[in-house]
């Protein structure tokens, strides 16, 4: 056999990389991990944490409100961003620093540079030379996407530079329907910033379950959102104060500044694939089995720069799959079925399963269960919100294909109805289960009528 530098080589420390690199070093392999930026990737540095951080900075503006109807009052409350950003970069950084000390521990070496294949087991150090490995690990994760075919695209930021912006603008313009837009108008709304999303499509969060889509844009726009379908950029022009937006439709919104969260592609740009012959699918995202095995016989990929799930446990769980297999001899795949996601958008979405529309379509016949309320804190305060639970049931099984939620801690249940939807329950078990009183989740378990849709009226 070959003498390598390194048994495995891992190209990038994001969620998925340093799982993978951990464990094999664990198992008493070499392991050489390059990071052209900060170990964490995009969930730890630019990504998920920073984005929940923000999530609950903005929400005491709501929470105030709240606390009002429950006989506290305050003097006005400010917010100081700088403040704020302070905070979370030396959360951040010692969140980074962690992940160092993690690799560390286990024994892998870190790199920090930019690296490029050479060949299938040769990898370049952008000024550091190269290295030899005997397995390679691609785990670069995914960049944010932004089109580029109209005048002023280049005044466009992304989330990348959300995380930093010197100071908070008075409005933004958000474009996009997905996770990042939705979670970020929310952010910037709670924080005072008169915000706009704008979407293509007839309703945001595409792929999740239409009630559920309806609900989330109706809550968001009680929160003070301004939410505009069916529009899309013609241009931007810079103004004195911020930017124009031209629409299609010949509208023109002016804000101080202009988001796109138009999706994420796999990041591939020179990392040398093809002089190491590694395949790429028709997205542009790195082609592997399910074992993250790509075309080459040594070498494999996980997590974002796969386009599979691009969430971080499922990274996770890539790259834990892939050191089981490849370095404790035990042949590991992840079972892609069932993985829950939460939207952190507020009210948050929880989402497990099948949509009642995907459902229909790969299992014929279902049974809807549907609950539009106001929760116990919201009736005492007088408010408006309403809180959305939503189960998909199989007619003729009765399994249960999906369970949906909007609502304070929406992201929490969804988690524990995730084990049981992976264990495969049915309704007729999912209703032995008795209630914890006064939950918002207790309601989950306590609807016995199917939903005819006459019941939510216009609204739904
Ligand atoms: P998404 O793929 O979720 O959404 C992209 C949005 O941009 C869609 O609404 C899409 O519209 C729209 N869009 C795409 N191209 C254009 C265009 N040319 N003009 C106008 N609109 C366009 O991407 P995100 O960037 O929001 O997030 C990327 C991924 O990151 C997510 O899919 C998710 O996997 C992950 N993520 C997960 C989070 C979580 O778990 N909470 C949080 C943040 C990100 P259309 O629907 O019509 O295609």
Request: with cysteine; charged share 20%; aromatic share 8%.
């Amino acid at each position: 056999m070959a003498n390598y530098d390194y048994d495995l080589f891992v190209i990038g420390a994001g969620s998925g990389g340093v799982r993978a690199a951990r464990l094999a070093a664990m198992s008493g392999a070499k392991v050489g991990v390059a990071e052209e930026h900060r170990v964490g990737g995009t969930c730890v540095i630019r990504g998920c944490v920073p984005k929940k951080f923000m999530v609950y900075a903005s929400e005491f503006a709501h929470n105030a409100e709240i606390a009002q109807g429950y006989g506290w009052s305050a003097s006005q409350a400010t917010f100081d961003w700088k403040t704020f950003l302070d905070a979370k970069d030396r959360e951040i950084a010692r969140l980074s620093g962690i992940y160092v000390t993690n690799l560390s521990n286990a024994g892998a070496e870190i790199v920090h540079a930019k690296a490029r294949l050479k060949d299938a087991h040769t990898v370049e150090l952008e000024g550091k030379g190269s290295v030899t490995a005997g397995k390679i690990l691609i785990a670069t994760g995914g960049r944010p996407w932004k089109p580029t075919d109209f005048a002023g695209a280049e005044h466009i930021i992304t989330s990348e530079e959300a995380f930093h912006l010197a100071e908070l603008p008075k409005s933004i313009m958000i474009a996009g329907g997905g996770y990042i837009a939705v979670e970020f108008a929310g952010i910037f709304n709670g924080l005072g910033v008169d915000t706009t999303l704008v979407y293509r499509g007839a309703n945001i969060l595409r792929g999740f379950d239409d009630n559920i889509r309806a609900h989330v844009t109706e809550e968001m726009t009680k929160r003070g959102v301004k939410i505009v379908l069916g529009s899309e950029h013609a241009s931007i022009e810079k103004t004195a104060t911020g930017y124009r937006s031209n629409m299609s439709s010949g509208s023109a919104i002016e804000t101080d500044l202009v988001m796109f969260a138009t999706g994420r592609k796999p990041y591939t740009d020179g990392l040398g694939l093809q002089a190491a012959g590694v395949k790429l699918n028709e997205a542009g995202a790195v082609a592997v089995d399910k074992f993250s095995k790509t075309n080459v016989d040594n070498i494999w990929a996980v997590g974002d720069v796969t386009d599979r799930i691009n969430l971080t446990p499922v990274a996770i769980r890539e790259g834990a799959a892939f050191a089981q297999t490849e370095f404790y001899d035990t042949p590991t795949s992840f079972d892609h079925d069932m993985v829950a996601s939460a939207v952190f958008s507020q009210p948050p979405v929880g989402s497990v399963g099948l949509s009642e529309a995907d459902a229909r379509h790969q299992h014929g016949k279902v049974d809807i269960y549907l609950s539009r309320f106001r929760p116990m804190k919201t009736t005492f305060y007088g408010g408006e919100e309403r809180c959305m639970i939503k189960l998909v049931v199989e007619a003729a099984s009765q399994k249960v294909l999906g369970c949906h939620v909007v609502g304070p801690d929406a992201p929490e249940i969804i988690q524990m109805a995730a084990i049981a939807l992976k264990m495969g329950v049915t309704k007729p078990q999912w209703d032995s289960t008795c209630a914890v009183h006064p939950t918002l989740a207790e309601e989950l378990v306590t609807m016995r009528e199917k939903y005819a849709p006459q019941e939510l009226g216009a609204t739904a």
